[in-house]
């Protein structure tokens, strides 16, 4: 599936929806925020939504979780953002609020049905950037490559992911093969798990099932090799992440125009833990680009000044 090049109006989904110049704008932006797939701080509790709505030609950046990661903690992003961006944490079926539905089998499944909904939520005067962690980067990566040329698209952020033409590491398939104690083990190489629930088989069985869908997902995950993107890489990584080495990143520069644009941090795996600045701070000038780009005029553009 690709949406690059096709007018999102003519896909069979969305020319059933009425067009954005027919609906008021007030009513558009409440269509946004219905959307299943996104969260915004606009849906947490407490939320200011008048005050979070009032500039929506911000950037949009769409969030996608690690394996078994909950994107409503992509939320408490956005004060670093401030002005320049909007975190859309997204959300798959299956998970959080979309717990009835039923879940994506593969990683292609996931990617295309996250593809059309930013398609359905793009406009041509705002851009949007893709940032994903892990499995999440993995996931962002190939949706990515189905928007490809779709207008809007700035900036791809892979963070604490190997290259795409290196996955599934065999730890990953390795683990998704595992059940039980042996699987929580396994898992707990990751990082990520709380030590309560690493300590509580009761509360094993409630959060991991996810958990271990997301990693079979991971390891059915088949890359497939393509052209390069059309948009800026940006790679984000812990220094002491054991996940990641400089080897193992360098086919990333395979996927981008340019040599992608390298950031390391303090911290292991999920080094933006009670520091989200480590992430803020890489997004938001990226967005305050890719907004200052969608203003000016292309050069072939003509411009008359009275």
Known sequence: MTLAGTDPR????????????????????????????????????GATPAADRADDSRTRVYCFPHAGGNPRTFLDWQAG?????????????????RFREPAAATVAELADGAALAIALDAAPDRPFVLFGHSFGAALAFEVARRLDGVPGLAALVASGCSAPSLLP????????????????E????????????????????????????????????????????????????GIDDPHVTTASLAPWARECPGEPTRHWVDGGHFYFEGRPHTVTDVLRPLARAARREAATPARDEYVELI
């Open 10 to 45: 003519r896909h069979p989904v969305l020319r059933f929806l009425p067009s954005r110049s027919a609906r008021p704008a007030k009513e558009w932006l409440i269509f946004v925020a219905a959307s299943p797939w996104f969260l915004t701080s606009e849906t947490a509790p």
């Open 81 to 97: 953002m401030g002005v320049d961006g909007r975190i859309f944490a997204v959300c798959p079926p299956g998970r959080g609020h």
């Open 169 to 184: 590491t065999p730890r990953v398939v390795e683990a998704a093969r595992l059940e039980g104690r042996r699987f929580t």
């Open 186 to 237: 396994a898992v707990g190489f990751f990082g990520g798990l709380p030590p309560e629930v690493l300590q509580d088989e009761a509360m094993q069985e409630l959060l991991l099932p996810h958990l271990k869908a997301d990693f079979a997902m991971v390891a059915g995950y088949q890359y497939r090799p393509a052209g390069p993107l059309r948009v800026p890489l940006t790679l984000l990584n």
